[in-house]
């Protein structure tokens, strides 16, 4: 047989068994499987909310399981381990169970979702998603979704963190399937990062600290020789431009070897043009002083004396037209 075979029937043989325990573990909650095979047989764990009713009394209900599995599914020497659930609420298939089992006792479909939701999110899980399918309020088929908190679709995320349950509620009208998703309230994301603060000092490191502030001071001291050896490399290149003014000198002397005489009459000339300046200069602020004080002065009798000429000329024409008029 092929290897692609052989998985095949393997896992088909696994969900007949899966679905032949549900039916028969109905009522003690039926919450998963795990079938492993082992050198010994196959080990098939059974996890359920009330483990009592699986082994029954004197364990007679687990001896026929452990029959019909070996003689109905041919596995190997079975071995069946029975685990209660922890926390039924958060496991996927109890509550797909328990849903269905309230549709079919007549709870309304959208009482019924809304109030396994909030039993799901008040246990802990981080979020939940109900699927009720089917012919809800008439004759057409139609899905009715309810969900709370973080939910994933797909990737790897979905499959390590999401845990699914399906069930099927028989009614009148139909068959309606309910799918239960929930996701693990241990669950961590990729985008959960977690900020580590900085530790506390300790006391045994006390000691250390002048050790320290000794090798800290010992740094500054060579910082400030490096300062200061950079200072005096620096200080001569500094006086550098200083060196450029003699250089002009030496230029003007280069030109005055044509004799003493000319040197000294270019001295003499320059002089005086200095003196002019100062002079010309003295004068030529002292006019705008000069000119500032005296322009408002004029002004003032200017506008003074040709106000009154009008008034008295106007009144001398008017007496002598009168007088010419008498």
């Known amino acids: 047989m092929a290897s692609e075979r052989k998985f095949i029937t393997e896992n088909i043989r696994r969900v007949l068994l899966k679905e032949y325990l549900m039916k028969k573990v109905g009522r003690a909650g ?6 492993q095979r082992t050198p ?4 098939v764990t059974l996890i359920t909310e009330r483990p009592g009713l699986v ?5 007679e209900a687990i001896k026929s399981l452990t029959k019909a599995i070996e003689d109905d599914f041919n596995f190997n020497n079975p071995q069946i ?25 007549g709870w309304h479909f959208r009482r019924a979702g809304h109030s396994t939701v909030r039993r799901i999110m008040d246990s802990g899980a981080r979020g939940c998603q109900v699927i009720i399918a089917g012919k809800l309020t008439g004759a057409r088929h139609r899905t009715e979704k309810f969900k709370e908190g973080h939910i994933k679709y797909c990737g790897e995320a979905k499959l390590n963190f999401m845990h699914q349950g399906f069930s099927v509620a028989k009614l009148k009208p139909g068959v ?15 985008d959960e990062i977690d900020i580590i603060p900085p530790a506390a000092p300790d006391a045994t490191a006390a ?9 800290a001071k010992a740094e500054e001291k060579k910082v400030a020789e490096a300062v200061d050896q950079l200072k005096k490399a620096v200080s001569p290149a500094a006086e550098a431009p200083k060196l450029k003014r003699p250089r002009k000198k030496k230029e003007t002397e280069g030109a005055a070897p044509a004799g003493p005489e000319a040197t000294a009459a270019a001295g003499e000339e320059k002089k005086p043009v200095k003196r002019r300046k100062k ?3 003295e004068p030529a602020q002292s006019k705008p002083q000069a000119e500032g004080a005296i322009v408002p002065a004029p002004s003032q009798a200017i506008t003074t004396t040709e106000e009154p000429k009008p008034l008295a000329e106007v009144p001398e024409k008017k007496e002598e037209r009168k007088t010419e008029g008498a």
């Open 30 to 35: 039926f919450g998963g499987l795990d079938v």
């Open 40 to 43: 010994m047989g196959t080990r």
């Open 55 to 59: 082994i029954g009394r004197r364990g």
């Open 81 to 105: 381990e029975v685990q209660e659930v922890e926390n039924a609420n958060l496991n996927a298939q109890i509550m797909a169970e328990k849903l269905a089992n309230a549709l079919e006792r």
């Open 176 to 190: 309606i399937g309910v799918t239960v998703q929930i996701m693990d309230p241990n669950a961590r994301l990729p």
């Open 207 to 215: 000691p250390a600290a002048p050790a320290t502030a000794g090798a």
């Open 279 to 281: 002079k010309e200069a």
